[in-house]
């Protein structure tokens, strides 16, 4: 049977080179659905016993919710407050309720009071307020440095007590996994207790990660026994599948567009995007902290960063580079309630962005083709990681795109060790993507430039500054978005095309994956930015449906 694309959006708001998959085992051989011999890989064809999963790297440092686990998608060990459906309405987890004050300094949430922990503890409020201020104390990826204590209030009630009011600290409670006081450690994240829908089994690191279902879950039991995540890179991904060793596999656009016999192709919309970063200020010898370069005479150009925007056509790229599977990105919250529409931009127009660099004082007086300002010549670097084949494409289907209008852009793939350093004074392929308001926050306020990912470019307007801290301290989450939108642009100025072009977004990535069809993973959601295997966000509910 040929493979089928299923389109799935709720958007309002290699060779094979292993012979078999190299499951280990805590708890021995799981004998097959068909009955055959229980030495025989029960993964070469799936079963509701086991499945296997090839749909992206393992989390290098470990499962721990409070160094950042989970932030980008289910922590499958642990259980959050809060999650979202399928149609990113919140809805409550371990939460039965939650309260804000008036002066939205103190949360006061309410959890239920059946939940254990896979080591059969019980989960109580003293376990929430613990991996509250664990996660504010170690300044993990997942941020609550807004928290200034969690405190029990009984049993089965927390109050999480703010410095100051923060309309996005509800994503904290929907991506922090709790995790057990008692057990928590410094090996925790090698070997997570939780109470969510599985339980580690085994890791062997670089290779794979086998999980069971959670005898001790609070929810229902989940339909699939046994999980097994192989790490392979996406040509061994595509491999597996195609030889029936693998029953949910992430591909990149450019395998998505092949078949596989008796798997369905999910495409899933995502906000998972790719785009150019520019350096925003000139080079005036000052470094980061680890004294790396900072900015860039070229890009730190109103003129030249617009007429970047101008000059690509986007839905070239969806076509060519991703086989259709994404769209044209103008900003960094696509099709989310936050996004500001009014932002977007005719792009594809080369002769509008030369005119724009006419305006901006750029001409090309000595007729080698690319314009000049003064002594200063239009030309820069893209970095990309020498391992994303799509952003490699990007980064050189857009050097092409530049060329008509007098930009020169040199691409080049580097490691990321080789990127850090550089990003702060080169442009960058970046890809962003969240349900979390506060990753906008982190990629424009001009004090998170702190020499490391988040404002990587040094952007800094005082005016957004004041638009995104109204936005971050507003009562709610829907209180914010108009402050949301007016950063973006306001008919006035933003830090958008039309404003500050501080990015070049490019592209938002439809998640692409084979799917056996046996397997129902039900609806999946619009999906965040690809670490943290997003596709997993319901994996409680997926089912196997042949005998």
């Not at 807004?146 to 996005?168: C, G, H, I, M, N």
């Not at 192989?230 to 060793?245: I, R, S, Y």
Request: net charge negative; charged share 20%; aromatic share 10%.
């Amino acid at each position: 049977m040929m493979n089928r694309r299923l389109r799935l959006s709720t958007l309002s708001l290699g060779a094979v080179f292993w012979g078999q998959v190299l499951v280990g085992c805590g708890s021995g051989p799981t004998e097959s659905a068909n009955g055959s011999d229980p030495a025989a890989t029960p993964s070469q064809t799936g079963s509701a016993e086991q499945i296997v999963l090839t749909i992206g790297g393992e989390s290098e440092d470990g499962y721990d919710p409070t160094l950042g686990w989970g932030r980008y998608g289910s922590p499958l060990f642990q259980s959050t407050l809060l999650r979202r459906d399928d149609n990113l309405k919140i809805v409550n987890d371990l939460a039965t309720d939650y309260t804000v004050s008036e002066d939205g300094l103190i949360w006061t949430v309410t959890i239920r009071d059946d939940a254990v922990f896979s080591d059969g503890e019980p989960l109580t409020a003293a376990d929430v307020a613990y991996t509250f201020n664990k996660a504010a104390e170690s300044g993990g990826l997942t941020d609550v440095t807004v928290l200034d204590t969690a405190v029990v209030l009984d049993d089965t009630t927390v109050e999480l007590r703010l410095k100051q009011p923060q309309s996005t600290f509800v994503n904290r409670l929907i991506t922090l996994g709790i995790v057990p006081e008692h057990a928590h450690g410094p090996d925790y994240a090698r070997n997570p207790v939780g109470s969510g829908p599985y339980q580690l089994v085994q890791w062997d690191e670089g290779q794979q990660l086998i999980v069971e279902a959670n005898p001790n879950y609070y929810g229902e039991r989940p339909g699939i026994q046994r999980l097994v995540f192989l790490f392979v890179e996406e040509d061994g991904a595509f491999a597996a599948a195609k030889a029936g060793q693998s029953q949910v596999a992430s591909v990149p656009p450019s395998l998505a567009v092949q078949n596989i016999d008796g798997m369905t192709l999910y495409d899933v919309t995502s906000v998972d995007n790719r785009g150019l970063m520019f350096p925003y200020e000139p080079a005036t010898g000052r470094t980061t902290p680890n004294g790396a370069p900072i900015g860039n005479d070229v890009t730190a150009d109103l003129a030249l960063r617009q007429a970047v925007n101008f000059a690509i056509d986007r839905q070239a790229l969806v076509d060519g580079v991703l086989e259709g599977y994404g769209s044209p990105a103008y900003g960094p919250v696509s099709g989310l309630a936050w996004e500001e529409p009014k932002a977007n931009i005719e792009d594809a127009d080369p002769e509008r962005a030369k005119e724009i660099l006419a305006a901006g004082g750029w001409a090309d007086t000595n007729g080698d083709g690319v314009v000049e300002k003064g002594d200063l010549k239009a030309e820069f670097t893209i970095l990309y990681p020498a391992s994303d084949s799509t952003r490699q494409a990007l980064a050189l289907s857009v050097a092409e795109m530049l060329k008509p209008v007098g930009i020169q852009a040199n691409v080049e793939g580097k490691s990321w060790d080789e990127i850090t350093p550089a990003m702060h004074s080169n442009v960058v392929v970046f890809g962003w993507g969240s349900h979390d308001q506060t990753e906008m926050y982190n990629l424009y306020y001009s004090q998170m430039a702190q020499g490391d990912f988040y404002n990587a470019g040094y952007y800094a307007n005082s005016a957004i500054d004041t638009t995104l801290d109204l936005a971050m301290g507003a009562p709610s989450e829907a209180e914010a978005i108009s402050f949301w939108q007016a950063a973006q642009w306001d008919g006035d100025q933003g830090f958008t095309a039309q404003g500050d072009a501080a990015w070049a977004w490019l592209v938002n990535l439809d998640h692409t994956y084979f799917v056996s069809d046996c397997l129902d993973i039900g609806k999946p959601q619009v999906e965040p930015h690809g670490h943290g295997w997003p596709i997993t966000a319901n994996i409680a509910e997926w089912t196997w449906t042949c005998n």
